[in-house]
């Protein structure tokens, strides 16, 4: 297995009165995607932001690429190579989808042979590139979100459900995208309920219960073991086929 990239060390993250995270133990090995799996409630999306410091841990240590970076604010996280696409898409509705992508190429001006490697996956963001992005589809809304985490070489993307509400066309485009990110040395980290598009994608998983992971391995031993999904997630992937 890869060195890890990211490693998150008995993290907890309290929100008002709730205690999310009880001891997130996680490492997400360098170049490949991982999957963080788990019923709803069980603390994935608290995991997410935590890492990007939109909430943050109450104890324990974020590592990324050999840097505690529990204590630093979400802009700093970003420049260090991390870019997060959020369960609620959460794009710029009065902007356009090409102001969209202006907006997140921190680095300069847009690179727009990487622009148009982008269009290969998202076409629909090519023929909407001067719309306001509030009046797309909310499909065409997670392109342009997943397209603005990825206008720019990252380190490290974490995903919330990019599949949530999305046609099986677009589900199939976003697996070719993030294919290549791999094959790109992007290192990603995603939160997904269909079991089809991850199992076909992971590498690694781990399975989150009551703020705790419960367990970690790879994609292949837990998608080839019926009894422990169900024990771990009260499902199998067949019936998912």
Not at 5 to 13: D, E, P
Not at 144 to 169: C, W
């Amino acid at each position: 297995m890869a060195e890890p990239l990211l490693t998150l060390a008995g993290v907890h993250t309290h929100i008002g009165q709730y205690h999310i995270l009880q001891g997130v133990d996680l490492t997400v090995p360098r170049g490949g995607l991982s999957v963080l799996l788990g019923r709803n409630g069980a603390g994935k999306t608290t995991t997410l932001r935590t890492i990007m410091g939109l909430w943050k841990a109450s104890a324990g240590s974020i590592h990324f690429d050999g840097q505690d970076i529990s204590k630093l604010a979400t802009p700093d996280i970003a420049r260090l190579g991390i870019a997060y696409v959020p369960e609620s898409m959460a794009v710029f509705s009065d902007l356009s989808v090409r102001e969209n992508l202006h907006l997140a190429a921190r680095g300069g001006p847009m690179d727009m042979a990487r622009v148009e490697w982008i269009f290969g996956f998202f076409p629909a963001l090519k023929k909407f590139w001067n719309y306001p992005a509030g009046n797309l589809s909310g499909g065409q809304k997670q392109m342009v979100a997943i397209a603005r985490a990825i206008v720019e070489p990252r380190k490290l993307l974490l995903v919330d459900e990019p599949t949530k509400g999305l046609a099986p066309s677009i589900v199939q485009s976003l697996i070719a995208a993030f294919r290549e990110l791999k094959e790109h040395e992007t290192t990603i980290l995603l939160v997904e309920q269909n079991f089809n598009f991850v199992r076909s994608l992971g590498d690694t998983v781990s399975v989150m219960d009551d703020g705790r992971v419960a367990h970690a391995g790879t994609m292949a031993a837990l998608a080839n073991d019926e009894a422990l999904q169900q024990r771990l997630l009260g499902l199998s992937l067949a019936a998912h086929q």
